[in-house]
């Protein structure tokens, strides 16, 4: 089956550094990524939309200048949290669209998530 | 906006129960509907996908339902384990969004 990772698994930084989250789709091509952030006991909150080689299209209330997010080739894009404060601490969890032969089909597969914790 | 609710919020039963989660939507122009789930600290799972055109999909112990027009969606677990216990997450594919649910807790006792 398809399988998207997720590096690190868990990060703890202090306030005001930086953080790169990766998201890989390891045995099939994804022009478009997904980038949840889930708070405990809470659903799965849409982030951005990060499409191959353009610009990702940020949900509103999701600051763009804050999570950076970068689509470089069809197997990865990055999420970077800039500037990481504690209230940034949450879950977040990457998911990528299969693309196969050129069309894109319709299951989303999910990364493993991503624990960050600020402090 | 299309809104994504679950019933109930948390199930506890014993083995063997067949038991059946709820998922209703507010918006039926849905492209798909999918059952996800979750441990816990861990991403998701596709359990099951309907399409917008079908009534249901099963998978071994699994079945799931869609009526679009109503916006209501069942996930039946038939013979419940212990390692079913999990959090269960319906998500319907909305435009090119899928918007999810708050998700049911099950925790099935051995």
């Known amino acids: 089956g398809a399988v998207v990772s997720q590096h690190p698994s868990r990060v703890i930084c202090k306030s005001g550094t930086s953080v790169k989250i990766e998201c890989r789709s390891l045995?099939?091509?994804?022009?478009?990524m997904f980038w949840y952030r889930q708070f405990p006991k809470q659903s799965l909150m849409l982030m951005a939309t990060s499409n191959e080689g353009s610009k990702a299209t940020y949900e509103q209330g999701v600051e763009k200048d804050k999570f950076l997010i970068n689509h470089a080739s069809l197997t990865l894009s990055t999420l970077t949290v800039t500037s990481a404060h504690p209230e940034d601490s949450s879950f977040y969890i990457c998911?990528?669209?299969?693309?196969?032969?050129?069309?894109?089909?319709?299951?989303?597969?999910f990364g493993p998530g991503t624990r960050l914790t600020v402090l | 906006k299309q809104e994504v609710t679950q019933i109930p919020a948390a199930l506890s039963v014993p083995e063997g129960e067949n038991l059946v989660l709820n998922c209703s939507f507010t918006?039926?122009?849905?492209?798909?509907l999918q059952w996800f789930r979750q441990d816990p600290g861990k991403g998701l799972t596709s359990l099951l996908l309907?399409?917008?055109?079908?009534r249901e999909q099963t998978s071994g112990r699994l079945n799931a339902s869609l009526d679009k027009s109503s916006g209501r969606s069942t996930l039946y677990i038939a013979a419940s384990q212990p390692g079913d216990s999990a959090t269960y997450l319906c998500a319907v594919r909305h435009g090119n969004k899928l918007v999810f649910g708050a998700g049911t807790i099950l925790r099935v006792k051995s």
């Open positions: 045995d099939f091509q994804a022009t478009t």
């Open positions: 998911s990528a669209r299969r693309t196969s032969g050129g069309v894109r089909t319709d299951t989303q597969y």
């Open positions: 309907i399409q917008s055109s079908q």
């Open positions: 918006d039926s122009a849905i492209y798909n």
